[in-house]
T-cell receptor, first 112, second 113 residues
Framework: EAQVTQNPRYLITVTGKKLTVTCSQNMNHEYMSWYRQDPGLGLRQIYYSMNVEVTDKGDVPEGYKVSRKEKRNFPLILESPSPNQTSLYFC???????????FGPGTRLTVL | AQSVTQPDIHITVSEGASLELRCNYSYGATPYLFWYVQSPGQGLQLLLK??????LVQGIKGFEAEFKRSQSSFNLRKPSVHWSDAAEYFCAVGLSGNTPLVFGKGTRLSVIA
């Protein structure tokens, strides 16, 4: 089954404790991206990747890191999480930036 | 600056009534246009998309959308709403190539009996 998986689905952590949210897709897509969703703000792109070892900043990259060492995986790293990063995070993949994006189920992160 | 506007934050319709969700964009060229739906606790699912050609596009679940260049709009419609359509709907816009999509802030649809 074609899908995008994210782990964990729910995470409660404390300020400053490094964390990684994993994202994996099995559709051989070249393009992957991370979004955060906040009430009243819709979806905002954090980072995107057009291919292996190629990443670029989206609209709200501050406080986040990503890597793309393999085509299927695109982890999101929060080196020192802060409460303003409490949000719902989605990973998505597609053939290209303007192609249909396939979204993961989301990761709800709470930073205390 | 490029932008996408969904003027309605929340809409309530009766089951069986017709629905129209508005989306306006501000881009220099004709962009690629998408509507996504997010059911409670779920990720986003594509309803339909417009790249070129016929300006009336059909999507899944009985939805359709019409691209109107003169109005810079891409409104989503459904003739008869079902209770299962209650969800949040996002319009998204992009340019050619790998330019990231820009999403509107969403419209939450409630369906009442």
């Amino acid at each position: 089954e074609a899908q995008v998986t994210q782990n964990p689905r729910y995470l409660i952590t404390v300020t400053g404790k490094k964390l990684t949210v994993t994202c994996s897709q099995n559709m051989n897509h070249e393009y992957m991206s991370w979004y955060r969703q906040d009430p009243g703000l819709g979806l905002r792109q954090i980072y995107y990747s057009m291919n292996v070892e190629v990443t670029d900043k989206g609209d709200v990259p501050e406080g986040y890191k990503v890597s793309r060492k393999e085509k299927r995986n695109f982890p999101l790293i929060l080196e020192s999480p802060s409460p303003n990063q409490t949000s719902l995070y989605f990973c998505a993949s597609s053939w290209g930036g303007t192609d249909t994006q396939y979204f993961g189920p989301g990761t709800r992160l709470t930073v205390l | 600056a490029q932008s996408v506007t969904q003027p309605d934050i929340h809409i309530t319709v009766s089951e069986g009534a017709s629905l129209e969700l508005r989306c306006n964009y501000s881009y220099g060229a004709t962009p690629y246009l998408f509507w996504y739906v997010q059911s409670p606790g779920q990720g986003l699912q594509l309803l339909l998309k417009y790249f070129s050609g016929d300006t009336l596009v059909q999507g899944i679940k009985g939805f359709e959308a019409e691209f109107k260049r003169s109005q810079s709009s891409f409104n989503l419609r459904k003739p008869s709403v079902h209770w299962s359509d209650a969800a949040e709907y996002f319009c998204a816009v992009g340019l050619s190539g790998n330019t990231p999509l820009v999403f509107g802030k969403g419209t939450r649809l409630s369906v009442i009996a």
